[in-house]
């Protein structure tokens, strides 16, 4: 019984091989036109070592573009950061700030842009920013604050709006010196 079930098997295969066969045998043969001319493209192939200063500008130009790119997207970190919201609040309801500038305080510029370091892991914040109000000066906000771990408030060291010759300290008149 067993070598009969084992014969069928054979054979359905053995058949549905031939018939892929018989499928693949019925294309039709390549015609060429001319049977003398070969099958080839007779030219010069490219100069790799052609236009070498215009592809090096490119990737330069690449380069700067996404250099440039980094950078703005780093600052948009920093702006956009915990601690830099937070002492645009407070510069918002400080009285001194309020009187020397204006209302609506915001960042300065098309571009608003944070200079120094606001690395919030390490505990380290040495930032410089431009802001503006509604009296057309333009301020320069300094903080300086650091920490011990990553469990402490951040201690400040210098928080200071400087508008033209005068410069105030905000620390002094806050009263608090954690963020």
Same mark, same amino acid.
């Given at each position: 019984?067993?070598?009969?079930?084992?014969?069928?098997?054979?054979?359905?295969?053995?058949?549905?091989?031939?018939?892929?066969?018989?499928?693949?045998?019925?294309?039709?043969?390549?015609?060429?036109? *001319?049977?003398?001319?070969?099958?080839?493209?007779?030219?010069?192939?490219?100069?790799?070592?052609? *236009?070498?200063?215009?592809?090096?500008?490119? %990737? #330069?130009?690449?380069?700067?573009?996404?250099?440039?790119?980094?950078?703005?997207?780093?600052?948009?970190?920093? +702006? &956009?950061?915990?601690?830099?919201?937070?002492? #645009?609040?407070?510069?918002?309801?400080?009285?001194?700030?309020? &009187?020397?500038?204006? *209302?609506?305080?915001?960042?300065?510029?098309?571009?608003?842009?944070?200079?120094? $370091? %606001?690395? &919030?892991?390490?505990?380290?914040?040495?930032?410089?920013?431009?802001?503006?109000?509604?009296?057309?000066? &333009?301020?320069?906000?300094?903080?300086?604050?650091?920490?011990?771990?990553?469990?402490?408030?951040?201690?400040?060291?210098?928080?200071?709006? +400087?508008?033209? $010759?005068?410069?105030?300290?905000? %620390?002094?008149?806050?009263? +608090?010196? +954690?963020?």
């Amino acid at each position: 019984m067993l070598p009969r079930i084992v014969r069928r098997s054979i054979l359905n295969v053995l058949k549905s091989e031939s018939r892929c066969v018989r499928l693949l045998s019925t294309e039709s043969p390549l015609i060429l036109k *001319d049977k003398n001319r070969p099958l080839r493209i007779e030219r010069e192939l490219p100069d790799p070592t052609k *236009d070498r200063f215009k592809r090096r500008a490119q %990737l #330069l130009g690449f380069g700067v573009a996404i250099g440039v790119s980094l950078l703005c997207i780093f600052n948009y970190e920093k +702006t &956009q950061s915990p601690i830099i919201s937070s002492t #645009l609040y407070h510069l918002r309801r400080s009285p001194e700030t309020r &009187q020397l500038l204006g *209302d609506n305080l915001d960042f300065d510029g098309l571009i608003p842009w944070v200079y120094g $370091d %606001l690395n &919030q892991v390490a505990g380290r914040v040495n930032v410089t920013f431009y802001i503006k109000g509604s009296k057309n000066l &333009q301020g320069m906000v300094k903080l300086i604050a650091d920490r011990e771990n990553g469990a402490k408030e951040f201690l400040i060291h210098e928080w200071s709006i +400087t508008v033209g $010759d005068q410069k105030i300290d905000l %620390l002094a008149s806050s009263g +608090t010196n +954690t963020l």
